[in-house]
């Protein structure tokens, strides 16, 4: 398994932007495929977006065309660029590492928080 530590989260008014980070460790990130998922308060967790070890990438309709993910495979980092926030884009957002046969890694979480 590997480590993963979110940063970037915090407050943000509706129509603003956050970037979030997920750090990992070891040397083999580049053969995970990484995901973003979110929890909000009373729901289950959901898919965000993914993107493949090629650079494939998959969202969740709700993000399209608002969130892009991206990965630096030299610094071991994955990112989730956000923009246009909306109120309910609220929750706790969790970095997710999964390779075949291999169990998957799950970061602590951040939380983001869009209000006025």
């Known amino acids: 398994q590997v480590q993963l530590v979110e940063s970037g989260g915090g407050l943000v008014q509706p129509g603003g932007s956050l970037r979030l980070s997920c750090a990992a460790s070891g040397n083999i990130f580049r053969l995970y495929v990484m995901a973003w998922y979110r929890q909000a308060p009373g729901k289950q967790r959901e898919l965000v977006a993914a993107i493949t070890n090629a650079g494939i990438t998959n969202y969740a309709d709700s993000v399209k065309g608002r969130f892009t993910i991206s990965r630096d495979n030299a610094k071991n980092t994955l990112y989730l660029q956000m923009n246009s926030l909306k109120p309910e884009d609220t929750a706790v957002y969790y970095c997710?590492?999964?390779?075949?046969?291999?169990?998957?890694?799950w970061g602590q979480g951040t939380q983001v928080t869009v209000s006025s």
């Open positions: 997710n590492a999964r390779r075949i046969a291999t169990p998957d890694s």
